[in-house]
Structures are given as C-alpha cells and as structure tokens.
C-alpha cells in the first residue's frame, strides 16, 4: 500500500518525539466503515491520550466522521469536550460514586439498576447499561440483564441510551466470541422490545474486523483507528499513525571485550562502535526489550539494541553499515526509515507485551508532532 507522508517539521534540538500521521488516522477511519458498511455510527476510542497519539488532535481530527467519543475517566472526557468537537461522550468504565455528580452531559457506563438510580438521583442522566456475556470485568451478569433493565427504565430523569457488551476473546477465540455475539443479539432484541430506541453495541477493533455482521447500531473502534490491526494477517488494511523517533547523542568506538550498560550483560566481541539514542525506560521503550534481537533504524538499516535500556539512554551497536552515522542523527525506535520498519507490534511481541501497552506507555517527554 502507498504510504501517506505528509512532511513533519522536527526541531534539530528536539531528543526523542512521535510524528503523529492525521491522514493516517483518516485513512483507517474509513477502513474501518468500509468494514462496517454504512448504517453503524462509529464510537471512537481516544482513552489514554488517544492510544499515546494526543486526545484533541485525534478527537479533532476524527470528529467529522464519528458520532461518539469513548473515554476510561472523567478527566479524559474533560479534554475531549476542550478539543471543542461537539460529539458526544461516553465514559467506558464504571464512575467513582464522587465522580457521579460531575457527569452532566456525559454518557455514563453502569452495571446495575442500583447504580443508575444513584445516578439519577443527581440529575438527568444518558445511560450506557452494559451487560457481561464472558469478560467478567464489569456489567450486569446477562441472566440478570432483563430485571436491570425493567428497573432502568422506571427511573425519573434516566435516559437509556445505549446496551453494550464486551469480548475478552475476539482475536483468539472465535467460536467464544460469536456465541456471546449471538447471545447478546438475542438479549437485544427483547431489550428493544421494552425501550425502543436503545442503541447497541458490542465490537471493539478485533470484533470489526472478525465480526462486521455483529456491528449493530454502533462499534467501539479503538487500536485500528490508529493503524494497528489487532488481526496481523490484515495489518496492510491500516496505517500506522505514530511513528517513534530519537536522535543520536553520542557516537563511540569500543574495544573487544567492553560491558555495555547496567550489569555488563553484554560484551562485545569485536572493535565496536555504538551510538548512544535519547530514549530509555523513562520514555516508554520498555526495559524488557534488552537482550531479545530488538533492533532501532537509523541510516535505514536495522542495528541492535546492546545491553540493558536505561531510564533516559539505549544503546545501539553501529559497527555494520553505521561509519556515518554521527551525533544528532535521527533513530526511529517505531515507524519506517527507508525500506525497514519497526511496528508497534514488533516490539510488543518482543517485549512480552500488546500494541496497546506500547502506545499507551510513550511518556510525556516524548514530544508528539502533527501532520496531515
Ligand atoms: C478500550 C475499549 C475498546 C477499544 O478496544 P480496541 O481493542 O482498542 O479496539 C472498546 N470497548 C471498550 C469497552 C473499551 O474499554
């Protein structure tokens, strides 16, 4: 697929920062409607500084073609609502009982009758009831889902907004996933029955792109909006909208038998050259990706990351193919540089963990850069 590179303007001060692609963002946007067909409204997921992409730029830049915000806390729907986007917002995880009256105007997630009248008994309120098919995480246990509902409705000031479900299991277990889909439909329906209006949704990113006939009346679109199929064998489908980068800050010449980093864990075994990057632990490349064939970009070819990451620095051993490479150069620890790419995935998979944790864990100090 052709790559969409708008031109970032990188400050040669700069140490380490993502480039966050806007017209990657929009590219997988419509991927993900042209998988749902056109009926199903789209609830963006921008929790977690929007996947570690920035919560007002993506909200602003998603906006136009999606109908619903979704957030894991009130100080996130805070910064949706600033970006000034007008959409609605819907809090995904259950409200603290003191966050309660801060709601106003926000679509809240409850598990129970019980916590909708408390709800309720602090002004009008638009509800997200969700019921538990399998994820065992929040919602009402589907057996009980009717009688919560029965009581839902009778509530002063309640509007039902929505039914939801989750799924633990959509890019693994397929025939667990399509029974909780099929039972949830079924619920549904007689759920409609009693209210109408309510909206239903039970798909996250795996759940679009293995399920798209389950869509229902809205999806929960969150990873792949940022271009990272949580299905691999579809990842040419999206584009990934951050790319990850430091510079160089020291170029070195090593003899044989040199430890490198934090409890020598590695010696070299030749005349070595390094290049030391502006990005440790403290940034978010993860500590456990010492010592598991973890490569980073730089001059367009792949260079192993030697010895322990430390909390500001990593180092790289350069000796193939890096004569001249020098201070100030520009490392890519996630994207593309010339014909090599680093994904997400990559390093989640190296580093005993998912995409969602890397993108989650790219710190502050990484300054985020927008184009598109
Ligand atoms: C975070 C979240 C999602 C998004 O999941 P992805 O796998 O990133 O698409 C969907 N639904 C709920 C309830 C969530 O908390």
Redesign the pocket.
Known sequence: MKRIAPPFDIPPALRSWAEINLSALRHNLAAVRSSIGPSPAI?A?V?ANA?GHGTAEVARALAPNIEIF?V?NLPEAREVIAAGTGRDVML??PCLPAERPLTAGLIV?VSSAAEAAAFAACGPVRLNFKIDTGMGRVGAWHDSALDEVGAIVGLPGVTLHSI?T?LPS?DEDAGFTLGQLEAFAALAARIRAIVPGVRVHSL???G?LAFPAHAADIV??????YGIS?LPAIQDRFLPALSWKARVTLVRNLPAGTGISYGRTFLTSRPTRTAVLAAGYADGFPRQLAGRGTCILIGGRRHPVVGRVTMDQVVVDITDGGESIAAGDEAVLIGRQGDEEITAAELAARADTIP?EILTGIQDRVARIYAG
Request: glycine letters at 8%; aromatic letters at 8%; a positive charge.
């Open positions: 609830l997921v929790k996947y979704g894991a995904l995880s997630t939801s989750h959509s996250n990113s795996a679009i929960r679109a969150g990873l792949v909006l949580p969602w």
